[in-house]
């Protein structure tokens, strides 16, 4: 029965994007069909094989020792500040983000990242058959921010129409940064936020080239990927990597602190009215139909459904912090379900990111962007809830 619900929030999700699509007739079905069928095999292998569970195992061994060092980073720095005896989030899980983002830089600079995403992403436009620009940013958009990936495909902006601009800005919302990946994994369990990665790629995809099919000629159907490392040297990148690493931490903080705040009071004002009903629980309450065909189940939907929500008009910081919370008190497959739900950047905020830096390259597009935004997150947030289904399946 669970398998048959989860069959049939996959054909909703698509049907919803089928329904707001701006070019019905040219949609590619079988890059879809294949894209989703190439989901289905990750998630069938990480999840229920003895490699793939050891493949997990070994990447969240990988991340969790270079949490470690990074952790011994914090503490010369930090180590004499005394903190409550759950420890401070700054502290344990944001300053993370700095060692992490100048692994990240390093890479780079060594052309070892560029290498690796030059070829994922030529063999993304094999198997989907969408063009190599939008295939080679879905790539990008799993290691660099939304700005960042946006702004290694600059060059190629004059040739991207209306509909291809949505499939890369989509590529930017619904991903994570790889460097801020350390930071998820010190709130949620790690096999599903690794398993959301790939998934949350395809995820973008598949929503996108249903919302926006694109055809492009042989002639325009080049790539020229910029380098979005400006460092010299080895020690310039680790000094960049640590400085914007540092800037990530301060921006994820202070938007944890408006929008938290900000929550609390909206929810103030709802309890006044409502006699304590809180816009959490009237999100629980939305999202609660769909959130039983993904496979959650019914006893704590609602629960579930507030955090989804929250996800949606917050960030996803938030309602990680909020469904850590929570982990003990539902079950395992909530916890997938909702895990890989939260793991993307497709929330309203995002829109202004993605928005800002597409004007900042062309103004004209940029003004684009802002006109299709709700579109582009209704998008993004139809590709996390396809991902959290397909991983529902499996759990």
Do not use: C
């Not at 398998?3 to 054909?11: D, M, Q, S, T, Y």
């Not at 058959?129 to 495909?153: R, T």
């Not at 960049?240 to 938007?255: H, R, T, Y």
């Not at 609602?302 to 989804?308: E, F, K, R, S, Y």
């Amino acid at each position: 029965m669970g398998i048959l619900l989860g069959i049939l929030a996959v054909a909703i999700i698509l049907g919803i994007a089928f329904l707001m699509s701006n070019d019905r007739k040219n949609i590619n079905f079988k890059g879809v069909a294949v894209m989703i069928a190439v989901q289905l095999l990750i998630t069938a292998f990480m999840f229920n094989t003895t490699i793939g569970k050891l493949i997990i195992d070994g990447i969240s061994a990988g991340f969790n020792k270079l949490i470690e060092f990074g952790t011994v980073g914090v503490n010369f720095v930090l180590g004499g500040v005394e903190v409550g005896e759950n420890g401070v989030f700054f502290f344990n899980v944001l300053l993370i983000i700095i060692f992490f983002a100048t692994i990240l830089s390093v890479l780079t600079y060594l052309k070892i990242l560029p290498f690796i995403i030059k070829y994922l992403g030529w063999g993304l436009s094999k198997i989907t058959g969408l063009p190599k620009v939008e295939s080679f940013n879905a790539v990008n958009s799993i290691f660099f921010g939304q700005s960042e990936a946006l702004i290694a495909i600059k060059s190629q902006f004059h040739n991207l129409n209306d509909n291809r601009l949505y499939i890369v800005s989509a590529s930017a919302m619904g991903s994570v940064s790889a460097s801020i990946v350390g930071a998820y994994l010190g709130m949620l369990p790690s096999q599903y936020i690794l398993v959301a990665l790939p998934l949350n790629m395809f995820s973008a995809l598949i929503v996108a080239s249903i919302i926006a099919p694109v055809k492009v000629s042989k002639e325009e159907d080049k790539v020229d990927i910029q380098d979005v490392s400006n460092a010299k040297s080895f020690f310039e990148a680790m000094g960049n990597g640590a400085l914007d690493g540092g800037k990530i931490a301060l921006i994820v903080a202070s938007m944890l602190i408006a929008f938290i705040a900000s929550l609390e009071l909206v929810n103030w004002v709802f309890g006044a009215v409502f006699n304590g009903f809180t816009l959490q629980e009237l999100l629980g309450y939305i999202i609660a139909p769909i959130g039983l065909l993904m496979g959650i189940p019914a006893a704590e939907v609602v629960d579930a459904g507030a955090i989804m929500g929250t996800k949606i008009v917050t960030n996803e910081f938030v309602a990680m912090l909020e469904f850590s919370n929570m982990l003990d008190s539902v079950s395992e497959k909530t916890v997938g379900i909702v895990t890989v739900f939260l793991t993307s950047f497709a929330n309203f905020s995002s829109i202004g990111i993605i928005a800002g830096t597409v004007q900042g390259i062309d103004a004209e597009k940029g003004g684009r962007v802002s006109g299709f935004g709700m579109k582009l997150l209704i998008g993004a947030t139809l590709g996390s809830m396809l991902s959290a289904t397909i991983a529902g399946l499996f759990l």
